[in-house]
């Protein structure tokens, strides 16, 4: 006897899972939460530092908690239990680098920018050599991608036994 399989989509499964283990839910959510904050933290260990700024910038919380930011690597979604990375927008200029280019004036006026020597100098453009790429983030999340589905899975499959066993 074959095993057949329906696809139903993410809400009706929620929905399904809801039906039959509401703590499921919970226990997802959390483990999400615990997944974006530790992933954070390797990033977070693995960023380049300057002044350090950047490094503190990187955190994981729930997508519901910062609305209108845009999270590292992805888009907003409608789960509401999502979770995600978030980090100051510089975060892609160090993942991938920047090409070399010319930094031109706005409406044919100067550059300004500071001089070696500490003052400022005004020049029609400057030429920017651009930056080579510092990756931390994608392969940070391509080592822990599997530990992190197995950490979701084990906080549903747990909560699933409990309601089992009541």
């Not at 029609?124 to 651009?130: D, E, I, R």
Request: proline share 5%.
């Amino acid at each position: 006897m074959a095993i057949k399989t329906k696809i139903i989509g993410r809400e009706a499964l929620q929905r399904r899972l809801d039906e039959l283990v509401p703590e499921a839910a919970t226990a997802a959510a959390e483990a999400k939460l615990e997944v974006a904050q530790e992933l954070a933290s390797r990033i977070a260990s693995r960023a380049p530092v300057d002044s350090g700024d950047y490094k503190a910038s990187i955190r994981g919380g729930r997508q519901a908690d910062n609305p209108g930011i845009q999270p590292v690597g992805g888009k907003q979604s409608k789960d509401p239990d999502a979770t995600a990375v978030y980090a100051d927008f510089i975060w892609r200029l160090l993942e991938f680098g920047t090409a070399p280019h010319v930094i031109k004036g706005k409406n044919g006026g100067n550059v300004v920018f500071a001089g070696s020597d500490g003052g400022l100098v005004s020049v029609p453009s400057v030429a920017h050599p651009g930056s080579r790429a510092h990756p931390h983030v994608f392969y940070t999340w391509k080592a822990l991608r599997k530990a992190a589905k197995a950490k979701i899975s084990r906080a549903i499959s747990k909560a699933v036994k409990a309601s089992n066993n009541k």
